[in-house]
T-cell receptor, first 115, second 118 residues
Framework: AQTVTQSQPEMSVQEAETVTLSCTYDTSENNYYLFWYKQPPSRQMILVIRQEAYKQQNATENRFSVNFQKAAKSFSLKISDSQLGDTAMYFCAFMMGYNNNDMRFGAGTRLTVKP | GAVVSQHPSRVICKSGTSVKIECRSLDFQATTMFWYRQFPKQSLMLMATSNEGSKATYEQGVEKDKFLINHASLTLSTLTVTSAHPEDSSFYIC??????????????FGDGTRLSIL
């Protein structure tokens, strides 16, 4: 079974600084997808970034980028120039390539951006 | 794009009442919809998956007679919590995905419904 582990329950960062959220996963498969979702206090889950396992290049979306280490099964999220609006729960998620109705979420990391 | 609307956002009702939650994809056709339950300070737990026009597939431990799911069109899925009891109180979130069934498109989430059973 696939598992997703986020080892940092809570983190904080000063506004404008950079923060990295950790995520590791366990799978024996080679074809899969990884996601980071953000859940602000309003509770809506928002897709931040996605990575296809077959791509070696790390995905980036504006201030958000990932460090995808396939051999180490690591998928960390880096937020640059943190903004107050980045305060939220961040969930790492794993989805199989062939059974992609099965998305597994990590326990989440609560990020607080301090002014 | 990829907007999912979930309604209502909050429900408070008496024990024994049945509650219906709607999930709509506003600007895309949702071939697959998902229903999650989220307890306070915890991650999302998948309850069921439904493809348009088919019966929902429930996760182990989820009572299908308790949580009725209907996905009759490409833009609407409903979750009905039948004869709700206080232990059913939770945050319920739907998500929707377009493309052909089983595609690798990401899921887009609704705003969630906080259900409180008195």
């Amino acid at each position: 079974a696939q598992t997703v582990t986020q080892s940092q329950p809570e983190m904080s960062v000063q506004e404008a600084e950079t923060v990295t959220l950790s995520c590791t996963y366990d799978t024996s498969e080679n074809n899969y997808y990884l996601f980071w979702y953000k859940q602000p206090p309003s509770r809506q889950m928002i897709l931040v970034i996605r990575q296809e396992a077959y791509k070696q290049q790390n995905a980036t979306e504006n201030r958000f980028s990932v460090n995808f280490q396939k051999a180490a099964k690591s998928f960390s999220l880096k937020i640059s120039d943190s903004q107050l609006g980045d305060t939220a729960m961040y969930f790492c998620a794993f989805m199989m390539g062939y059974n992609n109705n099965d998305m597994r979420f990590g326990a989440g990391t609560r990020l607080t951006v301090k002014p | 794009g990829a907007v999912v609307s979930q309604h209502p956002s909050r429900v408070i009702c008496k024990s024994g009442t049945s509650v219906k939650i709607e999930c709509r994809s506003l600007d895309f056709q949702a071939t697959t919809m998902f229903w999650y339950r989220q307890f306070p300070k915890q991650s999302l737990m998948l309850m069921a998956t439904s493809n348009e026009g088919s019966k929902a597939t429930y996760e182990q431990g989820v009572e299908k007679d308790k949580f009725l799911i209907n996905h009759a069109s490409l833009t609407l899925s409903t979750l009905t919590v039948t004869s709700a009891h206080p232990e059913d109180s939770s945050f319920y979130i739907c998500s929707a995905r377009g493309g052909v069934a089983g595609s690798n498109q990401p899921q887009h989430f609704g705003d969630g419904t906080r259900l409180s059973i008195l």
